[in-house]
């Protein structure tokens, strides 16, 4: 069975703090692994996916596949960063995504 | 840059009745998607579209849904008779999986059934 779990609803920090979102995930093949990311009074948007190892607005995810995790890390957060972020995994032929159930991060001033 | 729209923005319907929620994928795209989040849950996968027929569907996607690519644009979904757990966010995906793996969502459709 695919599913992602992402064990914060809510996570607070202050603005220039370091940010973590933590992501795990089960499934038993090479899944892809993305953060989609919803600002307010905004559409889901792709912020960064696991196979590009590329860094966008800052923030940076590496899988782990011995502790199947995609955590999501940025080293200073700023207050623009305040939104939803999904954790989502895809397999399989019709390439659907399984999301987790979502972290609210605010950034504090 | 090209965008998923969805109209419309926000149905109020009638238990029972009939809702059609359409959506404009990207034009070179070719897989289809329809994904729902009840209030205060996870986003959920509902349907994969693709080549003209349903290529995957969820326990969720009971004989109540149906899709459709009408016209080659425009792609629906339609629940025939809603019940009040069908009130949700209905979001509309895309992609082109030849060029990349991203999917592009629309900005969702608010369905509520009174």
């Known amino acids: 069975a695919q599913r992602v779990t992402q064990p914060e609803k809510l996570l607070s920090v202050f603005k220039g703090a370091p940010v973590e979102l933590k992501c795990n995930y089960s499934y038993s093949g090479s899944p892809e692994l993305f953060w989609y990311v919803q600002y307010s009074r905004q559409r889901l948007q792709l912020l960064l996916r696991h196979i590009s190892r590329e860094s966008i607005k800052g923030f940076t995810a590496d899988l782990n596949k011995g502790e199947t995790s995609f955590h999501l890390k940025k080293p200073f957060a700023q207050e623009e960063d305040s939104a939803m972020y999904y954790c989502?995994?895809?397999?399989?032929?019709?390439?659907?995504?399984?999301f987790g159930q979502g972290t609210r991060l605010t950034i504090n001033p | 840059e090209p965008e998923v729209t969805q109209t419309p923005s926000h149905q109020v319907t009638q238990m029972g009745q009939e809702v059609i929620l359409r959506c404009v994928p990207i034009s070179n795209h070719l897989y289809f998607y329809w994904y729902r989040q009840i209030l205060g849950q996870k986003v959920e996968f509902l349907v994969s579209f693709y080549n003209n027929e349903i290529s995957e569907k969820s326990e969720i996607f009971d004989d109540q849904f149906s899709v459709e690519r009408p016209d080659g644009s425009n792609f629906t979904l339609k629940i025939r008779s809603t019940k009040l757990e069908d009130s949700a966010m209905y979001f509309c995906a895309s992609r082109n999986l030849r060029d990349s793996p991203e999917a592009f969502f629309g900005q969702g459709t608010r369905l509520t059934v009174v």
């Open positions: 989502a995994l895809s397999g399989g032929g019709a390439q659907k995504l399984v």
